[in-house]
């Protein structure tokens, strides 16, 4: 299917475990971002990434792993989840960071940590 | 470093009844303007966005966005609501540069409720 497809949708894990929340996308978009949604901050922006092998910090790293070997992949991995990591976590591709391109995102992985 | 303001968190209107949600944004040059909508449960959906051009902007499901420079302002309009669209908006901002971190600045969103 065309689209950016994040797995799972739901996840429940125990404090102090590792957890891999994945993102594909079919669109070869060389853009893709990690986001966390939690009640009254919003979107934050974990980590991003402009191309294959090229991955940066956004406002919240901390706690959190991602890599990109292939442009389609992109996952995301929590080292030793904490409580404070219990979120909705969504990815999102673009064309490009220079344009008015916008975001596709997909449909999100809601995490819980206990 | 460009910023968003969405002044309301929470908006109710009656179906049928015309909308407005507010977006301020902080950006030195013009910037580019984009209207996202999250339904409960779903990711964000592109509603329009602004780049150049026309200011008023039309987009889908019969929304529209005006950008007022004057005002630093992009806000999003609809003539009549119906209750299909009682969801989350979020309104966000990229630099023509890329930003600093070449990626788009969200505001933390408004919240429609729709009475009928």
């Known amino acids: 299917d065309a689209g950016i497809t994040q797995s799972p949708r739901y996840k429940i894990t125990e404090t102090g475990r590792q957890v891999t929340l994945m993102c594909h996308q079919t669109?070869?978009?060389?853009?893709m971002f990690w986001y966390r949604q939690d009640l009254g901050h919003g979107l934050r922006l974990i980590y991003y990434?402009?191309?294959?092998?090229?991955?940066d910090k956004g406002e919240v790293p901390d706690g959190y792993v991602v890599s990109r070997s292939k442009t389609e992949n992109f996952p995301l991995t929590l080292e030793s989840a904490t409580r404070s990591q219990t979120s909705v976590y969504f990815c999102?591709?673009?064309?490009?960071?220079?344009?008015?391109?916008?975001?596709?995102f997909g449909s999100g992985t809601r995490l819980t940590v206990v | 470093a460009q910023s968003v303001t969405q002044p309301d968190i929470h908006i109710t209107v009656s179906e049928g009844a015309s909308l407005e949600l507010r977006c301020n944004y902080s950006?030195?040059?013009?910037?580019?303007l984009f209207w996202y909508v999250q339904s409960p449960g779903q990711g964000l959906q592109l509603l329009l966005k602004?780049?150049?051009?026309?200011?008023l902007v039309q987009g889908i499901k019969g929304f529209e966005a005006e950008f007022k420079r004057s005002q630093s302002s992009f806000n999003l309009r609809k003539p009549s609501v119906h209750w299909s669209d009682a969801a989350e908006y979020f309104c966000?901002?990229?630099?023509?540069?890329?930003?600093?971190?070449?990626?788009?600045?969200f505001g933390k969103g408004t919240k429609l409720s729709v009475k009928p």
């Open positions: 999102a591709s673009s064309e490009s960071a220079r344009g008015p391109y916008g975001y596709t």
């Open positions: 990434s402009a191309a294959a092998d090229i991955t």
């Open positions: 669109w070869s978009h060389s853009y």
């Open positions: 966000a901002v990229g630099a023509h540069d890329g930003g600093s971190q070449g990626n788009l600045i």
């Open positions: 602004y780049f150049s051009g026309d200011t």
């Open positions: 950006y030195g040059a013009t910037p580019y």
